[in-house]
């Protein structure tokens, strides 16, 4: 998967939970103990470290 979808997917759930919560749930997943705030796609890097999965790029 390149890291673009798996971003836009990563964002989707953040959002989605966010709006449930009613707080901004970013920095509360498994991966975002992995994040290194990247400029460019930083939860699908972070999944990806905690994932071990290889590295897709875009």
Partial sequence: MKNSVRQAKLDKQKWMLSEQ???DMCGTFPHCAKCKHEAQ???A???IRTHRIAEDKD
């Fill in 41 to 43: 796609y930083p939860c």
């Fill in 45 to 47: 890097k972070a999944y």
């Fill in 21 to 23: 919560t009613g707080k």
